[in-house]
């Protein structure tokens, strides 16, 4: 058998002193190794808070730590009112001319169909949006706005001068000019 019992021990014909010197020192011995995992434990705790790497990442905006909200970079001054941007490439969406701050553009509401559709550029004066915006993926032609063209600026956006962020050698297709 490979655990002692009572009736082992016993056997053994140990004095009741050995006995409480035995479990004395198993205590003890048990006490100090507990002691030792929860120092060893709390050390390593401090060491990795102290060596956190919370994915802080260099950009152009400069170095951002993920665990730290950082206050926002101010508004870009967007032109009030414009004559429609020049398309730099075939297919380019077009460029928004003019301020959308305050636009709702909801599942409830598109505050660009206000002027842009068919129905409303005219006495409006602004571009009408593309036909293609009247068309689904399966190329039926419906009535009013598909449901993929509804959110305009997941394609449009308004222009800012922010300066040259990263050198670019981008050159227009020679036939839009």
Do not use: W
């Amino acid at each position: 058998m490979c655990c002692l019992n009572f009736q082992s021990i016993l056997n053994m014909k140990m004095s009741l002193k050995s006995i409480q010197k035995l479990v004395t020192a198993l205590l003890v011995t048990s006490a100090l190794a507990v002691a030792h995992a929860q120092e060893t434990s709390d050390t390593a705790d401090a060491e990795a808070t102290n060596n956190v790497n919370s994915g802080g990442q260099v950009s152009l905006r400069g170095l951002t730590e993920l665990d730290v909200t950082r206050k926002p970079d101010p508004f870009k001054r967007v032109i009030r009112d414009r004559s429609p941007y020049v398309s730099d490439y075939v297919y380019q969406p077009p460029l928004v001319p003019h301020k959308i701050r305050g636009y709702e553009i909801s599942t409830n509401a598109n505050k660009c169909l206000s002027c842009h559709s068919f129905k409303r550029a005219v006495e409006s004066g602004a571009t009408k949006i593309s036909v293609t915006h009247y068309v689904t993926r399966e190329g039926l032609v419906l009535s009013d706005v598909s449901p993929r063209r509804y959110f305009c600026l997941q394609c449009h956006v308004t222009q800012a001068n922010t300066g040259t962020l990263i050198d670019n050698t981008f050159k227009p297709v020679d036939s839009l000019q």
